[in-house]
């Protein structure tokens, strides 16, 4: 199936860190989305970004929806050990179907 | 609000067996439920699309018949995986969107599903 480049795989850092990831894709999206997924969980809502240029925040977190559609990124300021998890990027097509797309993930790993 | 209940959270079973995993969306209607597979160290990946009250929309390469997929009200999806095998173990996790327009999808907490 299709999925969305996300990037950086994997992520180490010390508490306090600053941390970005970006998700890059081939398609036009209407929509993107992250989430963020712990072990053996669901993944959970974090930003909802529904247009192009947008930046958006959510706590520590700032999103942005790229002017080209076709990318977004995700910022977590000053990091804090329940910040480790495995973060996704999620395309969301137009039409009927409003499929999600998600991103290969990002995990992150804070050290306190 | 926007809370999504999947049941059950873990089976395991013989291979042969077939498996019913229910996904309930709790404070809202949802339109649309999705189902999705997620392989260790994978992300997920979209199985079908179900609407209520009409057939599911299955993506290339999942078999109808194998994964049975109803959505029979605006708050409750099941799918059922017939006989399954040991290959068919993974994590299911549904989702759920209400109405139209800007409606992000809830995912539920997942089932592990483990075929001996």
């Known amino acids: 199936g299709q999925q969305l480049n996300q990037s950086p795989q994997s992520m180490f850092i010390q508490e306090g860190e600053d941390v970005s990831m970006n998700c890059t894709s081939s398609?036009?999206?209407?929509?993107w989305l992250w989430y963020k997924q712990d072990p053996g969980e669901g993944p959970v809502l974090l930003i909802a970004?529904?247009?192009?240029?947008e930046l958006t925040s959510n706590g520590r977190l700032t999103a942005q929806f790229g002017i080209t559609r076709k990318d977004s990124f995700l910022n977590i300021s000053a990091s804090i050990p329940s910040d480790v998890g495995i973060y996704f990027c999620?395309?969301?097509?137009?039409?009927?179907?409003?499929?999600?797309?998600f991103g290969t993930g990002t995990l992150l790993a804070v050290q306190p | 609000g926007a809370v999504v209940s999947q049941h059950p959270s873990r089976v395991i079973c013989k291979s042969g067996t077939s498996v019913k995993i229910e996904c309930r969306s709790l404070?809202?209607?949802?339109?649309?439920m999705f189902w999705y597979r997620q392989f260790p160290k994978q992300s997920l990946m979209l199985m079908a699309t179900?609407?209520?009250?009409?057939?599911?929309?299955?993506e290339q390469g999942v078999e109808k018949d194998k994964f049975l997929i109803n959505h029979a009200s605006l708050t409750l999806s099941t799918l059922t995986v017939t006989s399954a095998h040991p290959e068919d173990s993974s994590f299911y996790i549904c989702?759920?969107?209400?109405?139209?327009?800007?409606?992000?999808?809830?995912f539920g907490d997942g089932t592990r599903l483990s075929i001996l």
């Open positions: 989702s759920a969107r209400g109405g139209t327009g800007r409606q992000p999808q809830h």
């Open positions: 970004l529904y247009k192009a240029g």
């Open positions: 179900s609407n209520e009250g009409s057939k599911a929309t299955y």
């Open positions: 999620a395309g969301q097509l137009g039409g009927a179907t409003n499929k999600l797309i």
């Open positions: 398609s036009i999206f209407n929509t």
């Open positions: 404070d809202f209607q949802a339109t649309t």
